[in-house]
């Protein structure tokens, strides 16, 4: 979205966008959240529940890790001169540059990479933020921010399924540009999910896939250089 045909970012639609995103999300927080929020857990239901386990952070990581780690074995196995001679020089570093080597052209990994960053900062940014998960709205009718606070239940914002599956199938997307409607509507479909499911308020998903875009959108325009 924010990459253009010769591998350069937007930086004048991607600060614009940074800044609708902002706004949106104060306006959800004042105004939207709650009732879009009660609208979309009428659509809760077990597929839904289902995406909760398949689509987690980590399930991503692991998934494109072991690919990733497997070629990597591939590529030992066809050429292990350099590996073995790392290994007894006891050279940690360059079996590492070694090993990045090997797999840097790898579309796995390519993900894999999309997925850990989205991840990184989703994170610190849930901790930071400390925003009430709607469970608390659900059972005391009461929402507000902990900030730094590490508990589940002060990091709801952003979405960490929805920045980790933005970040995924949007370089799916952008690497095989015909399965891009297929990607973009999965991936909006498992935002919506964490809406549903009483896991997240909306802006928390409008958040979590901009930076699933946004982090896509960097570590494609790197590893393409």
Same mark, same amino acid.
């Given at each position: 979205?924010?990459?253009?045909?010769?591998?350069?970012?937007?930086?004048?639609? &991607?600060?614009? /966008?940074?800044?609708?995103? !902002?706004?949106?999300?104060?306006?959800?927080?004042?105004? =939207?959240?709650?009732?879009?929020?009660?609208?979309?857990?009428?659509?809760?239901?077990?597929?839904?529940?289902?995406?909760?386990?398949?689509?987690? #952070?980590?399930?991503?990581?692991?998934?494109?890790?072991?690919?990733?780690?497997?070629? %990597?074995?591939?590529?030992?196995?066809?050429?292990?001169?350099?590996?073995?001679?790392?290994?007894?020089?006891?050279?940690? !570093?360059?079996?590492?540059?070694?090993?990045?080597?090997?797999?840097?052209?790898? %579309? #796995?990994?390519?993900?894999?990479?999309?997925?850990?960053?989205? /991840?990184? !900062?989703?994170?610190?940014?849930?901790?930071?933020?400390?925003? =009430?998960?709607?469970?608390?709205?659900?059972?005391?009718?009461?929402?507000?921010?902990?900030?730094?606070?590490?508990?589940?239940?002060?990091? /709801?914002?952003? /979405?960490?399924?929805?920045? #980790?599956? =933005?970040?995924?199938?949007?370089?799916?997307?952008? &690497?095989?540009?015909?399965?891009?409607?297929?990607?973009?509507?999965? #991936?909006?479909?498992?935002?919506?999910?964490?809406?549903?499911?009483?896991?997240?308020?909306?802006?928390?998903? &409008?958040?979590?896939?901009?930076?699933?875009?946004?982090?896509?959108?960097?570590?494609?325009?790197?590893?393409?250089?």
């Amino acid at each position: 979205m924010f990459l253009s045909k010769d591998n350069k970012i937007k930086w004048r639609l &991607l600060g614009f /966008s940074a800044i609708v995103v !902002i706004v949106l999300c104060a306006l959800g927080i004042a105004w =939207f959240d709650k009732p879009l929020y009660v609208l979309l857990r009428n659509l809760d239901c077990g597929l839904f529940k289902f995406f909760e386990y398949v689509f987690d #952070a980590w399930v991503w990581l692991a998934g494109f890790g072991i690919v990733t780690l497997y070629i %990597y074995i591939k590529k030992i196995i066809k050429s292990p001169n350099s590996f073995k001679n790392n290994v007894k020089k006891l050279d940690l !570093i360059s079996i590492v540059k070694d090993a990045y080597a090997k797999v840097k052209n790898n %579309y #796995a990994f390519w993900m894999f990479c999309s997925v850990l960053c989205a /991840s990184v !900062i989703g994170k610190i940014l849930k901790i930071c933020i400390g925003r =009430f998960r709607p469970v608390f709205f659900e059972a005391l009718g009461i929402t507000g921010f902990k900030p730094f606070a590490t508990d589940w239940a002060f990091n /709801s914002m952003p /979405s960490g399924h929805t920045f #980790a599956t =933005f970040a995924a199938l949007v370089m799916v997307g952008m &690497l095989k540009p015909k399965y891009k409607p297929l990607t973009w509507s999965f #991936a909006i479909l498992i935002g919506v999910s964490r809406v549903a499911v009483g896991a997240h308020w909306p802006t928390d998903v &409008l958040l979590g896939a901009f930076i699933g875009m946004v982090v896509a959108d960097f570590v494609l325009a790197h590893f393409r250089k």
